[in-house]
């Protein structure tokens, strides 16, 4: 985790966009899915009710019908029931075939029963019993042990002489309308999860599409955060324009302020350090050894001189070189072809060096990349290779490799047939913030830049002895670090 | 040899003219990047050091336009600041060298020194022509590996002659790298100069090192050795 200029802790881009419990795609189709299923449950229970209350009715209507038939065929005589003609529906006649006509009155009772309910015996006895006024009509669906439902529909009339009263009454077995209640219900279900899949499936296809912009701003933000672009570009849609214009109102005003922040730190150091070199050409570097105004006191004040002014000098190049590459706490990296860089400083080096009739040898792969500010890989190519060409004396082998299973790795390897490094010394010079007035002499401030650069890159740094008879600086940015962390 | 210096901070200006001309230098200051180029355009220089933080016209830039002009004498820039970035740019820009603020006198001469033999094509400090060798940076000519005194203005025609051989350098172009632009320039002074070193280095009038091209100039006419 990176730490901002206050010590906050900053989170890379990427993690901020996609930090919540659910994304925004799983929460709409969450809510979607939920109000989806509600409706279609909801429409599923009203089509159940209106069908079976559809049912039921044609039942009655068909009920009614068969007390109808019973009552224009039969004739009464004594107070025993007979019919003219035979009845037109033959479920009467036929025993237990599941529909049942009955004659009753409240005060005897059942007077007439067709044959079919010979043995049928009535689930509610007190069916019968009850009054019925003349013209009314009563359905009752009954349920018997035997776990068979009936419908009974009972019809009051008055007969012919005016005084008795009967029930006319028909009972038929409902298992064949559940049935086709069950069908519709199953064929009614199935219908309705079909065309919820499908609807789940539409939702996804236009929530997928209704995000798309999204998706991309993410994208580009990781493309900005891996250095692979500079600004968000495209058109997005009007309601996310807002946000990318911020977006990149904000990336711009990051670099303007480091861009400020260097060209501050420029002016700085020129304006200390043409005063020191003013200092500089006005002293003597030592005093004459005879003359008439040089004394000793005088040659040890001027050495005395000389030594604090190369030592500001050392102090204020190191400070100045230090906070010119720490301001660069950035989330946005950018990525540097490696050798591009390598070949400029090669090409500079070997025209400042072109008295030495150095022998250059490289092995580079032109892929590699480095990823961060390129001024950082400048500095640290620039010190490095200074050194190999300063002091190698025929002799510089420079390797460029890229490293890590994404490539996103950085190995340089530096080496010289100079005097090389002293064992004792190896160490010393790589100690990261070493104070510019214990560097070591020779060693410049070059490498102590080095080391806080690589380190701030959470990168490696050896020095060892080089085959070639010289040194061997080893350099290594691993892959998993993009940008540098504020000192 | 005539040198371009441009430098805004006037003391550091001042010291660098003062300090190049006891070298023998013939120096022309500039205080910025507009009077730089004016000045490097306009006149013929042996080598410019040119500070890359300059009012008007950048050092960058004015290297640049002084390469994009044709120029081709080696240029060596000053930087305060120091970091790969400039010295990069100002190296592809056009520059030959560079020095990092704040600085020693002695560097800057011995990189000019560097600088100048390499645009006359020398890859050594010495300027070896069969007897006579000139060493640039201890200013010292020996003829035979005897050590001979020169006057400065002897020194400074001979060094300048040396650094083209086989080119015919007009009387007129020699004055001008050895002189000031104020001075008053009488060409007889220069054949009384050619006519002293010709016997310093030549007394038996054997190699005959300087020829006089009738009615253009003189040649330095030794083969490098």
């Known amino acids: 985790m990176r730490v901002d200029k206050c ?61 109808y038939l019973l009552l224009s065929t039969v004739e009464e005589d004594d107070g025993e029931f007979y019919f003219l003609e035979d009845l037109q529906e033959p479920r009467f006649s036929q025993l237990n075939s599941g529909l049942y ?55 009051g009339i008055l007969w012919e002489d005016g005084i008795r009263e009967y029930s006319f009454s028909v009972v038929e077995n409902a298992a064949p309308y559940y049935s086709e209640i069950a069908n519709f219900r199953t064929s009614l279900w199935s219908w309705l999860g079909g065309v919820a899949v499908l609807l789940l499936l539409i939702q996804l296809a236009l929530l997928r599409w209704g995000l798309l912009p999204l998706h991309r701003l993410a994208v580009d933000l990781k493309k900005i955060e891996a250095g692979q672009r500079d600004k968000l570009e495209g058109s997005y849609p009007k309601e996310l324009e807002g946000v990318t214009d911020n977006l990149n109102l904000l990336i711009e005003s990051e670099r303007k302020q480091q861009s400020r922040y260097r060209t501050t730190l420029a002016d700085l150091a020129h304006s200390l350090k043409t005063p020191l070199a003013v200092i500089g050409g006005l002293l003597p570097r030592s005093a004459p050894d005879s003359g008439a105004g040089s004394t000793l006191p005088d040659k040890v004040q001027l050495q005395a001189v000389n030594e604090q002014l190369d030592r500001m000098n050392q102090i204020v190049s190191y400070q100045l070189q230090r906070a010119m590459r720490s301001e660069k706490a950035s989330t946005l990296s950018r990525q540097v072809n490696a050798s591009r860089t390598l070949r400029r400083i090669l090409d500079a080096l070997q025209k400042v060096y072109a008295d030495k009739s150095i022998a250059l040898d490289y092995q580079v792969d032109p892929k590699a990349l480095f990823f961060g500010d390129e001024r950082d890989l400048m500095e640290v190519l620039g010190n490095v290779l200074d050194n190999a060409f300063k002091y190698g004396r025929s002799a510089i082998w420079v390797s460029l490799q890229k490293t890590g299973s994404d490539g996103r790795g950085l190995r340089i390897t530096v080496e010289d047939d100079g005097a090389g490094i002293e064992e004792d010394k190896q160490n010393f010079v790589l100690q990261r913030g070493a104070r510019a007035d214990t560097l070591v002499q020779g060693q410049g401030i070059g490498l102590a830049v080095v080391t806080d650069i690589v380190g701030s890159y959470a990168g490696e740094i050896r020095v060892e002895d080089s085959q070639l008879g010289g040194a061997r600086i080893l350099i290594e940015f691993n892959s998993n670090l993009t940008t540098g962390s504020n000192e | 040899m005539r040198l371009l210096v441009v430098e805004d901070e006037s003391l550091l200006r001042q010291q660098l003219e003062q300090g190049l001309g006891r070298e023998g230098y013939v120096v022309d200051g500039a205080e910025d990047g507009k009077s730089g180029l004016y000045y490097a355009t306009e006149y013929e220089y042996d080598a410019a050091i040119i500070d890359l933080g300059l009012p008007e016209i950048d050092g960058i830039a004015l290297i640049r336009q002084i390469r994009a002009d044709g120029r081709q004498m080696p240029i060596l820039i000053l930087t305060a600041r120091g970091d790969w970035q400039d010295k990069v740019a100002g190296l592809d820009a056009g520059a030959d060298d560079y020095v990092v603020k704040p600085f020693q006198l002695e560097e800057i001469l011995a990189r000019l020194n560097a600088l100048l033999r390499r645009a006359a094509g020398f890859a050594k400090p010495k300027l070896e022509f069969g007897p006579l060798a000139l060493d640039i940076s201890a200013k010292r000519l020996t003829v035979n590996e005897q050590a001979v005194d020169l006057t400065a203005y002897e020194y400074k025609m001979l060094e300048y002659l040396m650094l083209h051989p086989g080119q015919v350098i007009s009387k007129s172009e020699l004055t001008e790298h050895l002189y000031a632009q104020d001075y008053d320039r009488d060409s007889n002074v220069l054949e009384v100069f050619v006519r002293r070193l010709r016997q310093k280095l030549d007394p038996d009038q054997t190699l005959r090192p300087i020829e006089t091209v009738r009615g253009q100039g003189y040649r330095f006419n030794l083969n490098v050795t």
């Open chain 1, 7 to 67: 010590g906050r802790d900053i989170e890379p881009m990427s993690k901020i966009a996609g930090n919540s419990t659910y994304s925004l795609q799983s929460r709409l189709l969450l809510a979607f899915s939920a109000l989806l299923f509600f409706f279609l449950g909801l429409t599923g229970i009203i089509l159940d009710r209106a069908f079976r209350n559809s049912v039921e009715a044609g039942a009655v209507e068909r009920l009614q019908v068969q007390i």
């Open chain 1, 101 to 155: 006509g009955f004659i009753s009155s409240p005060a005897y009772g059942v007077l007439w029963r067709s044959d079919s309910a010979r043995t049928f015996v009535m689930p509610d006895p007190e069916f019968f019993a009850n009054r019925l006024a003349v013209g009314d009509t009563r359905f009752r669906r009954l349920d018997s042990v035997g776990a068979e439902v009936y419908f009974a529909l009972s019809y």
